[in-house]
């Protein structure tokens, strides 16, 4: 980690890097591509859904039922809106207390969030998790949706897009990600990267091409060991 904090910037993922959402979102695919008629489970939909995004899937599972499924993005996104904003999004472990150390070094790098999600989702995931506050909250300047570029991981652009807006360049920033599509996307970004294991496996991540990857962000402290 000592290496990886010579940086100017870290460009966090948010879902399944600062905000456990993941098991739940993925559960919630599953039940609506098996409601279009693609029986799958959770794990299927880990395997085959993670780090995509619902354009994606759509013409996948349109792909798989040889028609057009355009309501899948509505019936998954009522339902996760729905149990994301009741609450009960937690932390990733160890999360916050990454954030504290960064907060406690001296001339550290800036940091910032970019997520494949809407803004709705990343506003309901970070607030609901308390990790908002620690970015300067929703309407802060550091908070980027591949929405608001229309342009999706594995694309470069949307960490490209963050690294310009927070006036760093891409060989001074890190990326802290948890989908092989991330880690995809920080290569052809030319960022180094943090692959974080949990749903996908670390080995995974490596073979994308993370620079190092971590079983969980606990073992990143304290920084600079
Ligand atoms: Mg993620």
Redesign the pocket.
Known sequence: MRELLDCDLIIF?????LVDT?PMTTRLIAESVSHFGWAVDQAFAIETF??KDMKEIVAMVGDHLGRAVPELTEHYRARMYAELEGGGAEPIPGAVELLDALDALTGGPKRCVA??GPRRKMQASLLSSGIADRFGGMESPTIFSAYDIEKWKPDPALFLHACAQMGATPDRCVVF???ES?IEAAVRAGMRSVGVGGLTPTAKLSAKGATITVETLHELLPLGV
């Open positions: 993922d948010c879902d399944g890097v993941e993670k780090g997520s494949n990600e948890d989908s991330g």
